[in-house]
Every structure is written in C-alpha cells, then in structure tokens.
C-alpha cells in the first residue's frame, strides 16, 4: 500500500485528490471517492492517507481504493514520526554536548 497527502476534497461531488508521497515533483494527483474511505471521512486537506492504487479505464486511469487516514486507530503520521526522530536526535546531540 501506498501513502500520500490529500491535496483537494470536494464535498458536493464526494471525491478527493491526493499526491502520492515519494513521487516526482511532477506526479499526476490520484483521485478517490468518498465510498473508498476507510474510517472517518472527515479528514482534512493536507492529512496523510494510506492507499492502494486502482487501474480503471476512463478520464482517471489510475484512482485510489482502501484510503485510511495514518492517524485513524492509533497510528502514527510520517510528519509525527520525523517530527519525534528529530526531536530525539536533537535531545541526544545536546545531552553529548553536556558531556564533554
């Protein structure tokens, strides 16, 4: 399963778009529809998503399925834990620093 970040919701249509992390800057935006929603679907621009990419023959050639907030059931985000990593490192760089 893939992870991104939703980009767009449009609420009246019932669908959304997200970019998928670790894709080119140039990366087409997926879309998916609120039906594919894993959990609570009141999630906002800009959360990260767990999601599988779908092949489906139309305007949008490829869409997600299964998408899952990161945060929904305890788990943490990609931006939490690199935020947590760093807080960590920095913590240890300074308790190095008190040591010598």
Known sequence: MATGIVKMIDNER?????????????????????????????????????????????????QAAHVELLEYGGRRTVAEAAKEDSLEARRARCAMKKVF
């Open 14 to 62: 019932s669908y959304g778009l997200l970019f998928p992390l670790g894709a080119k800057q140039d990366a087409d935006l997926i879309l998916f529809h609120f039906s594919q929603i894993i959990g609570p679907k009141d999630f906002p621009i800009g959360a990260e998503v767990r999601f599988q990419k779908v092949r489906c023959q139309g305007e949008h050639p490829v």
